[in-house]
């Protein structure tokens, strides 16, 4: 690493200029990345019940995903959500390493192949980069950093139209984007902040982000074990290393020296140390390692996906019971979160007793209790409601009422509850109500109901 980091000082560049990557896994990572970036600039603006496939709305406090609509009310259900996400990325990374960060997270994904394959095919590849940096400013020079930063900072612009998308929905978006700008001030003014960061993430902070700023990285020291599998040289195979040809009577390792696997490396390390903070398993090193390997004729995989247990004691692959235990938890999470899905309530009803109210006794031997109701609808769509209690012996009689329900809205009624003194056994006893669109229940609430027994 001291090595590579002293290549890279040599340059006299702040950057770390990778050698473009090629292999098998990298063009996997490919089409993984396509398959990401698709889905990524599609969910916001494709419609699924009248809502955007996915929107992350925190300001609001309003979650779509896929069609189901979470309000403020579920916000329970979206914290449970965070939290499966982040044992899943614990789980994921015991047993799989940082793999998340090498082929599924958005700031390599767009770092490595949106920005980077951009100035490969602007600046050419790392050498040439190195070169043109070192270069008197000419008009080549001129032409070539001018298209690569303006191109930079249209995608810049682009990816933060995606993300507010994401954040106050893409028909917030288009207003902003076409009204006229002092009606969507701020709107307009977080586009260019966010377009601002953006260009400066992808131009000049790169890998720092991975090595340095996200703390996911910070936790690999504590979620990785011996048996996750990691990118890691084989240091049994490959040492003692050396050039070819150079004594080649004495006793040599597969490794050769050629530096193709540090020459690759986005975060500039050099993996034949051992496993590090800043190595995000990108796998191009395993790559590049490979196509050496096959030119001089020996077995694939010097670099791979190994457990430090197999390089350092030969013991294979075995998922711990650390990664069984985080599967289990995981597991149990993804069960109660489905089953509060699929049990919760399109309409939230509430049903309080109104404060500082007994019962009141009525005439024909009847005797009734005030309360509030609130109803909180979690679609889009307006709905015509029926209120009613439970027990068929049990009469309303509505002081406010309403029987339409805006949608994403919500309607508040007061009403008494009148029973018949027969009916009551004890001075505290149920009171139970259903909400009811098309003859069918779709809500509930239960309360108290106060009356002295005969
Ligand atoms: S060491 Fe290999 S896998 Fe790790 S970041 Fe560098 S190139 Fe990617
Ligand atoms: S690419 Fe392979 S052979 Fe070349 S230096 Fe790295 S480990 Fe050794």
Redesign the pocket.
């Given at each position: 690493m001291q090595k590579n980091q002293e290549k890279n000082k040599s340059r006299g560049i702040g950057f770390i200029y990778p050698k473009k990557p090629s292999g098998k896994l990298y063009s996997y990572r490919k089409w993984v990345s396509y398959v990401l970036l698709a889905c990524l600039f599609s969910f916001p603006f494709l419609k699924f019940r009248g809502e955007q496939l996915v929107l992350l709305n925190f300001i609001e406090r309003k979650f779509v995903f896929f069609g189901l609509l979470f309000t403020p009310q579920d916000f329970f259900l979206f914290a449970l959500a965070m939290l499966i996400f982040i044992v899943f990325i614990i789980c994921f990374t015991v047993i799989l390493g940082r793999l998340w960060c090498?082929w599924l997270c958005p700031q390599t994904i767009f770092m490595e192949m949106v920005f980077r394959r951009i100035e490969y095919l602007i600046e050419g590849d790392a050498n040439r980069q190195h070169k043109l940096d070192a270069q008197e400013w000419n008009a080549e020079k001129v032409m070539k950093k001018l298209s690569k930063h303006l191109i930079f900072l249209f995608i810049s612009f682009l990816i933060a139209n995606l993300f507010l998308a994401y954040i106050i929905g893409s028909d917030h978006l288009y207003k902003i984007i076409t009204e006229p700008v002092n009606q969507h001030l701020s709107g307009f003014l977080f586009i260019w902040i966010f377009t601002l960061v953006f260009y400066f993430v992808f131009a000049y902070l790169r890998e720092v982000v991975c090595t340095v700023i996200c703390p996911y990285g910070r936790l690999q020291g504590v979620l990785l074990d011996n048996q996750s599998l990691v990118?890691a040289y084989n240091v049994n195979r490959g040492e003692p290393r050396s050039h070819l040809n150079k004594n080649a009577d004495q006793p040599r390792g597969d490794c050769i020296d050629c530096g193709l696997?540090v020459q690759?490396?986005?975060?500039g390390?050099d993996?034949r140390v051992g496993t590090?903070l800043?190595?995000?398993?990108?796998?191009?090193?395993?790559d590049a390692c490979n196509e050496v390997m096959l030119k001089i004729g020996k077995p694939k995989n010097l670099?791979g996906f190994f457990n430090n247990d197999y390089i350092e004691r030969n013991i294979p692959f075995k998922i711990s019971f650390k990664s069984y235990a985080y599967a289990a938890l995981l597991f149990a999470m993804l069960l109660v979160l489905s089953s509060l899905v699929y049990r919760r309530q399109l309409v939230q009803t509430t049903v309080l007793r109104a404060s500082g109210t007994l019962f009141q006794t009525r005439p024909n031997n009847m005797v009734s209790n005030l309360y509030n109701a609130e109803f909180i609808n979690k679609t889009n769509k307006p709905i015509k409601f029926v209120f009613r209690s439970k027990n068929k012996s049990d009469q309303i009689q509505f002081i406010q009422n309403t029987t339409q329900l805006p949608g994403e809205g919500t309607v508040e009624i007061t009403f008494f509850l009148i029973r018949k003194t027969s009916d009551i056994k004890q001075y505290k006893s149920d009171a139970k109500f259903e909400l009811l669109v098309d003859n069918e229940v779709i809500s509930t609430a239960s309360t108290t109901f106060f009356a002295r027994p005969n």
């Amino acid at each position: 690493m001291q090595k590579n980091q002293e290549k890279n000082k040599s340059r006299g560049i702040g950057f770390i200029y990778p050698k473009k990557p090629s292999g098998k896994l990298y063009s996997y990572r490919k089409w993984v990345s396509y398959v990401l970036l698709a889905c990524l600039f599609s969910f916001p603006f494709l419609k699924f019940r009248g809502e955007q496939l996915v929107l992350l709305n925190f300001i609001e406090r309003k979650f779509v995903f896929f069609g189901l609509l979470f309000t403020p009310q579920d916000f329970f259900l979206f914290a449970l959500a965070m939290l499966i996400f982040i044992v899943f990325i614990i789980c994921f990374t015991v047993i799989l390493g940082r793999l998340w960060c090498g082929w599924l997270c958005p700031q390599t994904i767009f770092m490595e192949m949106v920005f980077r394959r951009i100035e490969y095919l602007i600046e050419g590849d790392a050498n040439r980069q190195h070169k043109l940096d070192a270069q008197e400013w000419n008009a080549e020079k001129v032409m070539k950093k001018l298209s690569k930063h303006l191109i930079f900072l249209f995608i810049s612009f682009l990816i933060a139209n995606l993300f507010l998308a994401y954040i106050i929905g893409s028909d917030h978006l288009y207003k902003i984007i076409t009204e006229p700008v002092n009606q969507h001030l701020s709107g307009f003014l977080f586009i260019w902040i966010f377009t601002l960061v953006f260009y400066f993430v992808f131009a000049y902070l790169r890998e720092v982000v991975c090595t340095v700023i996200c703390p996911y990285g910070r936790l690999q020291g504590v979620l990785l074990d011996n048996q996750s599998l990691v990118v890691a040289y084989n240091v049994n195979r490959g040492e003692p290393r050396s050039h070819l040809n150079k004594n080649a009577d004495q006793p040599r390792g597969d490794c050769i020296d050629c530096g193709l696997c540090v020459q690759v490396c986005p975060t500039g390390i050099d993996i034949r140390v051992g496993t590090q903070l800043e190595c995000v398993n990108c796998t191009a090193c395993i790559d590049a390692c490979n196509e050496v390997m096959l030119k001089i004729g020996k077995p694939k995989n010097l670099i791979g996906f190994f457990n430090n247990d197999y390089i350092e004691r030969n013991i294979p692959f075995k998922i711990s019971f650390k990664s069984y235990a985080y599967a289990a938890l995981l597991f149990a999470m993804l069960l109660v979160l489905s089953s509060l899905v699929y049990r919760r309530q399109l309409v939230q009803t509430t049903v309080l007793r109104a404060s500082g109210t007994l019962f009141q006794t009525r005439p024909n031997n009847m005797v009734s209790n005030l309360y509030n109701a609130e109803f909180i609808n979690k679609t889009n769509k307006p709905i015509k409601f029926v209120f009613r209690s439970k027990n068929k012996s049990d009469q309303i009689q509505f002081i406010q009422n309403t029987t339409q329900l805006p949608g994403e809205g919500t309607v508040e009624i007061t009403f008494f509850l009148i029973r018949k003194t027969s009916d009551i056994k004890q001075y505290k006893s149920d009171a139970k109500f259903e909400l009811l669109v098309d003859n069918e229940v779709i809500s509930t609430a239960s309360t108290t109901f106060f009356a002295r027994p005969n």
